[in-house]
């Protein structure tokens, strides 16, 4: 309620909130590139084999490359202004659109860029860390942090502030509070289904388990 009335410090303003969007979506940008799949591969070129492995996200579940793609997503989410890759009409897209269409293509190649370029790794990634594939990765999800840090910061100060302010609006009704909703549902869904599984053991209740986990996740 405090980011959507834009009140007190420091969201003082549409603008800054808006800012705030687009600042964390490039730090988001950065993990991925420079961390999730740079800190393994960093290490595995330096001869730390084994380290390299534990420093795989997801491994486990060999879901690595699902994980690093929905961050980028994430990304998607907050400019595109739905969970649907379909670009809102409310959304920052539109807006940055609005006063310069072809930054607003450059930030959507950008995402997609990063996205697909994650996909392109060969999976399982815990085997692939050192793979052409995760280099072109990381230089795709910098390639996307220069251009939400740089153009798209200096664009948004030249759209109107009630623009931006829709922009807030919908980024919270649209994204965060049904992305929060999905998240209870998950997790009551995954805490009932292990609680079922405690009280009977089974195959098929550990199953259950195991298939509400990723949803959750």
């Known amino acids: 309620s405090l980011f959507k009335a834009h009140s007190g410090s420091p969201y003082a303003s549409?603008?800054?909130?808006?800012?705030?969007?687009?600042?964390?979506?490039?730090?988001i940008a950065n993990e991925v590139g420079?961390?999730?799949?740079?800190?393994?591969?960093?290490?595995?070129?330096a001869g730390n084999t084994e380290e390299a492995l534990y420093a795989v996200e997801s491994w486990y579940s060999w879901h690595s490359r699902e994980d690093y793609r929905n961050n980028i997503y994430s990304i998607r989410n907050a400019y595109y202004g739905t969970r649907t890759g379909v670009i809102g009409e409310s959304s920052l897209s539109k807006a940055v659109a609005a006063v310069n269409a072809s930054l607003d293509t450059e930030v959507q190649n950008a995402i997609k860029g990063a996205a697909t370029a994650i996909w392109d790794i060969?999976?399982?990634?815990?085997?692939?860390?050192?793979?052409?594939?995760?280099?072109?990765?990381?230089?795709?999800?910098a390639t996307l942090e220069g251009v939400l840090k740089g153009s798209l910061k200096n664009c948004i100060e030249s759209i109107d502030k009630t623009?931006?302010?829709?922009?807030?609006?919908?980024?919270v009704d649209k994204v965060v509070l049904p992305t929060y909703s999905d998240l209870k549902t998950g997790n009551q869904a995954l805490f009932d289904a292990v609680e079922?599984?405690?009280t009977s053991p089974s195959n098929a209740?550990?199953?259950?388990?195991?298939?509400?986990?990723?949803?959750?996740?």
């Open 14 to 27: 549409a603008l800054s909130c808006v800012e705030e969007i687009v600042d964390k979506c490039a730090e």
């Open 34 to 45: 420079t961390a999730k799949i740079g800190d393994p591969y960093n290490l595995y070129k």
């Open 196 to 198: 079922a599984f405690r």
């Open 163 to 171: 623009v931006l302010a829709e922009v807030v609006k919908n980024y």
């Open 122 to 141: 060969p999976s399982p990634f815990r085997n692939n860390i050192d793979s052409p594939e995760a280099v072109s990765a990381m230089e795709a999800c």
């Open 205 to 217: 209740n550990f199953k259950a388990c195991a298939n509400a986990w990723p949803t959750a996740r």
